[in-house]
């Protein structure tokens, strides 16, 4: 449903442009929003992974992931929209951001694909430290709620800790795709709508790919693979401008080649112990 109305919106968004301002005008902005949704929707599977990784590590009960997975969402939409306003902001004035942003995309692409494969540790987690070392913390949930009163003494839920978590991680997360974005236009309504298009479905993504995470063992090298490529096309911006329509078939390309090694050749299963 999420994914229709998302091409419902760029078919009247098409429609629009090609009634007011022409084909062409309409043809190259549905390919820009086209190609910076499916960057954004790709990148936001990696949150869904850390999401399923936060819920395992806390236990959190599948009645309180849906509350967590709302609030993240929302906090997602409200921290994007200002970093896009900024971001714009800085690009319209400082041109040679683009080589900044560029740059940061390569690097993360590689360290992405360098850690791929690799389980997080959680407990190590600088925040998670300073959560402990800063806050009474339980270890029991209380319903929904985000803190509870034990012997007459406040704690805060793991509940509490699991969304300041998935707060984080949304910041994290903000940081390597709005640039990839900007990579593709520079155009604020279409980066907002296609970020915002992009993380509606986070929560009915969650639930459909919770069980199948193990089965994408591959896609983390797709990311990575996706965000040098978006960093090279804005390194290469002044010298040559990568086609709106390439970009798109290279991003389908790379992620759906991915996908479907990752389900004809399953993870290796760990070797059993005696």
Do not use: C
């Not at 707060?167 to 990839?180: E, L, R």
């Not at 965000?227 to 090279?232: E, P």
């Amino acid at each position: 449903l999420w994914f229709g109305l998302a091409f419902v919106f760029v078919a009247l968004l098409w429609w629009y442009l090609d009634g007011s301002q022409g084909r062409e005008v309409a043809n190259t902005v549905s390919m820009q929003f086209i190609t910076g949704y499916l960057v954004e929707k790709s990148l936001s599977i990696d949150n869904i992974f850390v999401f399923l990784m936060l819920f395992s590590y806390f236990a959190v009960p599948p009645q309180y992931q849906k509350r967590a997975l709302i609030i993240g969402i929302i906090g997602a939409i409200v921290l994007r929209t200002l970093l896009i306003l900024v971001g714009a902001w800085l690009l319209a004035t400082f041109h040679w951001l683009l080589y900044v942003f560029g740059a940061f995309l390569v690097f993360t692409g590689a360290k992405m694909w360098f850690a791929a494969g690799q389980e997080p540790d959680i407990a190590t987690n600088p925040v998670l430290t300073l959560l402990k070392k800063r806050m009474r913390i339980t270890d029991r949930f209380d319903g929904e709620k985000l803190s509870t009163m034990i012997d007459g003494v406040k704690h805060y839920t793991p509940l509490f800790v699991v969304l300041v978590l998935i707060g984080t991680t949304d910041i994290i997360f903000a940081v390597d795709s709005i640039p990839a974005i900007f990579a593709i236009t520079s155009d604020p309504f279409i980066v907002l709508t296609a970020n915002i298009f992009a993380i509606l479905g986070l929560r009915a993504l969650y639930f459909l790919l919770a069980d199948l995470a193990d089965r994408f063992h591959l896609l983390a090298y797709g990311l990575a693979l996706v965000l040098v490529f978006i960093g090279s096309k804005m390194l290469l911006i002044d010298v040559y401008k990568i086609p709106v329509l390439a970009a798109l078939a290279v991003v389908a390309t790379i992620i759906g080649a991915t996908v479907a090694l990752s389900l004809l050749r399953p993870p290796a299963e760990p070797p059993a112990h005696p």
